[in-house]
C-alpha cells in the first residue's frame, strides 16, 4: 500500500463527514456550534461538541418525533467509530469555513456600517 492509497482513503472520510454535515440539521448544528466559537484554537472542542451534539440528536428525534423505542448506536462497531470520525472532519471543515465567514466578512461588514 502506498501513500495515494491512504490519501485516497482519507479524502473519501472528510467528503463523507462533509456530506452529512450538509443535511438540514447538520447545518444548524454547525452554524450553532460555530456561533459559540469565540477564537481558532477551540475548533476542534467546538467541532467535537457538535459532533456528540448529532449523536445524540440522531437517537433522540425519533424517539421524540415518532414514538419510536430508544435505541443506541452501535458504538462498538467499526462502521459507528469510521462514521463518526467522518463526521468529526466534516464539522471541522463546515464549522472552520462558517467562522472564516464570521470572523473576515460578517465582522469587517458590521465595523464598517457602525462608523
Known sequence: M???YYLTEAWDLLRQGVFHVNA???LLIAVY???RLGEWRDLPKI???????????SVLIPVIDDNA???LPPIVEARFFWDTV???LGYLVV?????????????KGGAAHAH
Open 2 to 4: 502506498d501513500f495515494g
Open 86 to 88: 467522518a463526521l468529526f
Open 69 to 71: 423505542p430508544l435505541r
Open 95 to 107: 464549522i472552520a469555513a462558517l467562522f472564516f465567514v464570521k470572523k473576515n466578512v460578517l465582522a
Open 33 to 35: 456550534f460555530t456561533y
Open 47 to 57: 467541532a467535537l461538541g457538535a459532533t456528540l451534539t448529532n449523536i445524540i440528536d
Open 24 to 26: 438540514r440539521l447538520g
